[in-house]
């Protein structure tokens, strides 16, 4: 399905341009931007201020908007204000959507603790590409890197990577996923920030590539606690490079995921069964269930034995009747995990 760009989504985005270079946009100049040293990003990527809707409803309307237009756009948020603007664009430079990034996060309570919420999203997210997808492509690329954070594709698009996409967020979406293949891709390396969200966020992408026949690789750049973006400003593209020579097989890193969340059950080895039967369970195509003999079934047989392995992917697929499960088999295991 094709996104449409909407003219309304174009002005928001030129107004918040505007508005980064005005009084308002002031301290967003001189923290994100300058501490993330994105300033020369500012022109190429349309990066803009967006301070709250009712500044925005008032622009809109003196830029010549009708208000049901305006009301229909869905473009006035009330759950944002005081944030950097990032445009979701096509290849072709037109706004398909906005990300916002909260100058102060929301913080909401969940079973861990408080959680920083930071980012929100005016657009469909199963109907967006990721973000420079389209462009890679264009390119000739059949390898995409992967990075979860906007400003992580920003500061590698500044340092000339021309292969790397986002999601703006830790969760590619399956549809997301499937318009990767569908136009073309092959490989996918995942580099998602050093964190336990960055980690759940990694898994769940390798399971929804493996599910569209995607191979997959993750590359982890720098010291655990380096997120992709400061690794580059401190060693340059060319590092970062070489960091993705030693990406690993991702049915391999997904299968010692599997054994490190069955560790926590009562009955280790079942669980880790069951898991990995829900996650072959998931191949496109017998080719992509031979690929699991190389990286991943080792894996797993020599932690839970091949025999009891065998038993539950039996299981599994005679209760999934032939269906594709939809569920992420490890999610449920690492929801409270940390």
């Known amino acids: 399905m094709q996104v449409s760009a909407s003219p309304i989504l ?12 005005s009084e308002a946009g002031k301290a967003t100049r001189a923290g994100v931007i300058a501490r993330k040293h994105l300033r020369a990003s500012v022109a190429p990527f349309r990066l803009g201020y967006f301070q709250n809707a009712s500044w925005l409803h008032a622009s809109l309307r003196e830029a010549g908007y009708q208000e049901l237009d305006i009301r229909k756009s869905g473009v006035l948020r009330r759950d944002v204000e005081d944030a950097l603007v990032i445009p979701w664009t096509d290849a072709a430079g037109r706004v398909l959507g906005l990300v916002y990034r909260r100058n102060q996060p929301i913080v909401t309570q969940t079973p861990n603790g408080p959680s920083d919420i930071r980012y929100a999203l005016l657009g469909d997210r199963d109907q967006l ?11 000739g690329y059949e390898t995409l890197v992967v990075v979860e954070g906007s400003t992580d594709f920003l500061t590698l698009k500044l340092a000339g990577a021309d292969d790397v ?25 995942l580099c998602f920030d050093p964190d336990f969200a960055g980690w759940r966020g990694m898994l769940s992408a390798t399971e929804g590539a493996f599910a569209a026949g995607l191979d997959v690789r993750i590359a982890r750049a720098g010291k655990a606690d380096v997120d992709v973006d400061e690794f580059v400003l401190r060693n ?13 097989d991702g049915l391999s890193v997904y299968a010692g995921a599997v054994i490190s969340a069955a560790a926590t059950t009562p009955e280790p080895k079942a ?15 017998p080719e992509a269930a031979a690929r ?7 894996k797993i047989d020599a932690f839970a034995g091949a025999q009891l392995r065998i038993a539950a992917t039996d299981r599994i697929a005679e209760a999934s009747a032939g269906r594709r499960l939809q569920i992420s ?3 449920s295991l690492l929801r409270n995990q940390r």
């Open 129 to 139: 590409p990721l973000q420079g997808s389209n462009e890679a492509r264009a390119a």
């Open 329 to 331: 088999p490890i999610g």
């Open 165 to 189: 996409a986002t999601p703006h967020t830790c969760f590619i979406r399956p549809p997301q996923l499937l318009k990767l293949k569908a136009i073309g891709f092959r490989r996918l390396i």
């Open 10 to 21: 174009d002005a928001v985005a030129e107004l918040c341009a505007r508005a980064l270079s």
């Open 292 to 298: 699991l003999n190389q990286e991943f079934w080792p």
């Open 236 to 248: 340059g593209l060319s590092a970062f490079r070489r960091s993705l020579l030693d990406a690993e």
């Open 271 to 285: 669980s880790a069964a069951d898991l990995a039967a829900r996650f072959a369970i998931l191949a496109p195509s």
